[in-house]
T-cell receptor, first 115, second 111 residues
Framework: DTGVSQDPRHKITKRGQNVTFRCDPISEHNRLYWYRQTLGQGPEFLTYFQNEAQLEKSRLLSDRFSAERPKGSFSTLEIQRTEQGDSAMYLC?????????????FGQGTRLTVV | TQLLEQSPQFLSIQEGENLTVYCNSSSVFSSLQWYRQEPGEGPVLLVTVVTGGEVKKLKRLTFQFGDARKDSSLHITAAQPGDTGLYLCAGHQTGANNLFFGTGTRLTVIP
């Protein structure tokens, strides 16, 4: 499978714990995006990387959230001191340079439940 | 505040019926995309429209971009149970890196 891969698919954690999600984009794609989707809503933009550079962060990305893409390939999203409001589907997408007129491929997402 | 509003939010129809989903905004977009998302999966791109007034057809699906590039519609002819899913519109603004998603329309086609 050469699509966008996210791991884990599901994560249940206790409030206050730290969690880390991984995204492996399509290999030739240099752009990588993280989105968050809550039940009944459309995805909300969190952050964007071009290669290893994090070029944009949403105000939704509080200080407890950090994302990295150290080698311009896979990316990680860490949430520290999780809160119940962090429960959501976290989606990763990748695309080639060319903007959103170029098709973006989404992964299957990581569903986080904070109890 | 949602940049893109979709209507209706929920739609349940019988197989064979036609339907239209709307995506509206007060902002101008350089391009607009439609996705379909199934439970537990990520969104899958259906189409991208970039020119005001543009109409694109994908089998039984017809997509239209408004003349002012502020709105779009998706029309499905003779809906089938396989069309069931969450339909999302998403817009890209010039100079922005991210894609703004609409609120979504959850479609159920009953056999």
């Amino acid at each position: 499978d050469t699509g966008v891969s996210q791991d884990p698919r599901h994560k249940i954690t206790k409030r206050g714990q730290n969690v880390t999600f991984r995204c492996d984009p399509i290999s030739e794609h240099n752009r990588l995006y993280w989105y968050r989707q809550t039940l009944g809503q459309g995805p909300e933009f969190l952050t964007y990387f071009q290669n290893e550079a994090q070029l944009e962060k949403s105000r939704l990305l509080s200080d407890r959230f950090s994302a990295e893409r150290p080698k311009g390939s896979f990316s990680t999203l860490e949430i520290q001191r999780t809160e119940q409001g962090d429960s959501a589907m976290y989606l990763c997408a990748s695309s080639q340079t060319g903007g959103w007129n170029t098709e973006a491929f989404f992964g299957q997402g990581t569903r986080l439940t904070v109890v | 505040t949602q940049l893109l509003e979709q209507s209706p939010q929920f739609l349940s129809i019988q197989e064979g019926e036609n339907l239209t989903v709307y995506c509206n905004s007060s902002s101008v977009f350089s391009s607009l995309q439609w996705y379909r998302q199934e439970p537990g999966e990520g969104p899958v791109l259906l189409v991208t429209v970039v020119t005001g007034g543009e109409v694109k057809k994908l089998k039984r699906l017809t997509f239209q971009f408004g003349d002012a590039r502020k709105d779009s519609s998706l029309h499905i002819t003779a809906a089938q149970p396989g069309d069931t899913g969450l339909y999302l519109c998403a817009g890209h603004q010039t100079g922005a890196n991210n894609l703004f998603f609409g609120t979504g329309t959850r479609l159920t086609v009953i056999p």
